[in-house]
């Protein structure tokens, strides 16, 4: 890999001493994009905005399009809210306002600073599988583990009322809403995500920002499919014991209490705040086996889900007062 970086009003002498007959077919469309934009800096913030837009959108349509077929809603964990059209609308809007206001300047401010602390970014041939796929896997563990304690601050008194309540309008949420929310919680959440990478580079300079979109991609799919609101045999969460899901979000939105980590359920099992969802779900469980015993029908299965959640939902409205309302506790 050329480590020597030179300059950058010259673009093609920054692959001058790279043999591109061993580059693969993406190795060498990557260094056509910096040699066509002519600016690394430019190039990088560029290409990692229309990462994020088409990654996030693109993944968002496939929910769109199943929460609009009746087929689906079989699987949907609140089968009684579906996101009407207007629902949505509203919420790319303010999802948009988020991406061009917060990740926008932070994304185009990022190529200087990566490389700052030895990450490379312009440079062919990729790192391999093998160096990737643990990083990778730090960065998961990492971002989770910010997103947990991160998260549960957002819901105590003032961060919770004048920041994180907007992300929970939603008690079903969908696709789009994954990060439908307040200009600084994206800031102070969206932080574990790029936190990791940086500074796993700055501790090891070995980091190449390929590995950083690969790690961005799935950090976006696991946050759109956490908020679907879809519990499929196939899901990840059914192969995967200890990965969250939407089944261990949704409840999180509907209840308000409960399973504040992203990927994985071992910080919320560990430190007891999955407790209510344990419960709810062995409620359930129970009262299903239950009419089932007595040969119930189908549509007496959903009234007793549907009155279930109620339930929990209520609850949660109370404990989301209780929240909202610290200062006249306070006083």
């Known amino acids: 890999m050329n480590s020597t970086v030179p300059a950058y009003n010259s673009p093609e002498l920054l692959y001058a001493d790279t043999?591109?007959?061993?580059?693969?077919?993406?190795?060498k469309n990557w260094a056509a994009w910096y040699i066509w934009i002519g600016n690394p800096i430019i190039a990088t913030g560029l290409m990692s905005?229309?990462?994020?837009?088409?990654?996030?959108f693109g993944r968002c349509v496939p929910w769109i399009i199943i929460d609009a077929i009746p087929y689906f809603r079989r699987w949907k964990l609140q089968p009684n809210k579906v996101p009407t059209a207007l629902e949505q609308w509203e919420c790319t809007k303010q999802v948009l306002f988020s991406h061009f206001t917060i990740e926008l300047p932070a994304i185009w401010l990022f190529h200087p600073m990566?490389?700052?602390?030895?990450?490379t970014t312009w440079q062919v041939p990729?790192?391999?599988?093998?160096t990737m796929a643990p990083q990778i896997a730090f960065f998961f563990v990492f971002e989770d583990m910010f997103h947990y304690f991160a998260h549960q601050a957002l819901h105590t008194g003032a961060l919770y009322k004048h920041i994180h309540k907007i992300h929970h309008k939603y008690s079903a949420p969908f696709g789009l809403a994954a990060e439908y929310a307040h200009p600084a919680e994206v800031f102070i959440l969206g932080t574990g995500t790029i936190a990791g990478p940086l500074l796993y580079c700055y501790f090891t300079?070995?980091?190449?920002?390929?590995?950083?979109?690969?790690?961005?991609?799935?950090r976006l799919f696991q946050a759109i499919d956490a908020h679907s609101g879809y519990d499929f045999p196939w899901s990840l969460q059914h192969i995967v014991p200890f990965w969250s899901g939407a089944d261990h979000h949704d409840f999180h939105h509907m209840a308000f209490v409960n399973n504040y980590s992203t990927s994985f359920?071992?910080?919320?099992?560990?430190?007891?705040?999955?407790?209510?969802?344990?419960?709810y779900k062995k409620r359930t469980a129970a009262a299903k086996a239950e009419l089932k015993k007595k040969n119930a029908s189908q549509e007496e299965l959903k009234a007793m889900e549907e009155k279930l959640a109620a339930e929990a939902e209520r609850e949660g409205l109370i404990a989301e007062a209780e929240v909202e309302n610290y200062d006249k506790k306070k006083a």
Request: glycine share 4%; charged share 25%.
């Open 265 to 279: 359920r071992w910080l919320d099992y560990l430190l007891g705040t999955d407790d209510k969802y344990r419960a």
């Open 49 to 56: 905005f229309l990462l994020h837009e088409i990654v996030y």
């Open 19 to 27: 043999d591109f007959s061993k580059l693969n077919w993406l190795e």
């Open 205 to 218: 300079r070995n980091l190449h920002i390929f590995t950083v979109y690969i790690w961005i991609t799935l």
């Open 114 to 119: 990566a490389e700052s602390i030895g990450m």
């Open 126 to 130: 990729f790192p391999s599988w093998k």
